[in-house]
């Protein structure tokens, strides 16, 4: 059956580091991952949207890998800030399923000052 | 913030009762999608509705539907509610149809079946 994963257990690093979280799927080949941030009773954000032929996408201190060998994108933050601290959340284009978005579980990242 | 509000913010229901959930889009938008999120997972999909028809759902019983009106504002219903409804209810509009796109999701409205 089609899976996403991400690590379910809380990211503790310190500010200034580089956060990196990882997002895992197997049985299907998407065309699009997107990667999302939510903060606790609020709504997902948009951060990045990569497709299947870029291997690397940036956005300020943001940058996302897509590896579609591995079936994997990594998603870091350098320079970590405390504000940076919130569930982040991937999101592969499901093909299988009228090319909807089937979210992951969400990585909480804490950014310690 | 985004432009995508939905109301009420918060509901408490009964098993057995109705209940039916608004969202508005932002601006420009014609693709509303609905999720359910409980606590401590992702959101899962629910359905999605391009002018004004479904076009797309996810692994949910028929007594969740929905309805996108000209303005492409949308409404959730749920039908003979479960404990297991309680849930963070999210929309999502976008520019386009299916998910290639950026979503824009509103604050969310918090459900409780009691």
């Known amino acids: 059956s089609q899976k996403i994963e991400q690590n379910s257990e809380a990211l503790n690093i310190q500010e200034g580091k580089t956060a990196t979280l990882t997002c895992n799927y197997t049985n299907y080949s998407p065309a699009y991952l997107q990667w999302y941030r939510q903060d606790p009773g609020r709504g997902p954000v948009f951060l990045l949207l990569?497709?299947?032929?870029?291997k690397e996408k940036r956005k300020e201190r943001l940058k996302v890998t897509f590896d579609t060998t591995l079936k994997q994108s990594l998603f870091h933050i350098t320079a970590s800030q405390p504000a940076d601290s919130a569930t982040y959340l991937c999101a592969p284009l499901n093909n299988n399923a009228g090319n909807m978005l089937t979210f992951g579980g969400g990585t909480r990242l804490m950014v310690k000052p | 913030e985004t432009g995508v509000t939905q109301s009420p913010t918060h509901l408490i229901k009964t098993r057995g009762q109705q209940v039916t959930l608004r969202c508005s889009s932002q601006?420009?938008?014609?693709?509303v999608s609905w999720y359910q999120q409980a606590l401590g997972q992702g959101p899962q999909f629910i359905f999605q509705y391009y002018r004004e028809e479904e076009n797309g759902r996810g692994n949910f019983p028929p007594r969740f539907s929905g309805l996108q009106f000209p303005n492409y504002s949308s409404e959730l219903n749920v039908n003979a509610l479960e404990l297991d409804d309680s849930a963070l209810y999210l929309c999502?509009?976008?520019?386009?149809?299916?998910?290639?796109?950026?979503?824009?999701f509103g604050p969310g409205t918090r459900l409780t079946v009691t």
């Open positions: 601006s420009g938008h014609n693709t």
């Open positions: 999502a509009s976008s520019m386009g149809r299916g998910q290639g796109y950026e979503q824009y």
């Open positions: 990569i497709r299947e032929n870029e």
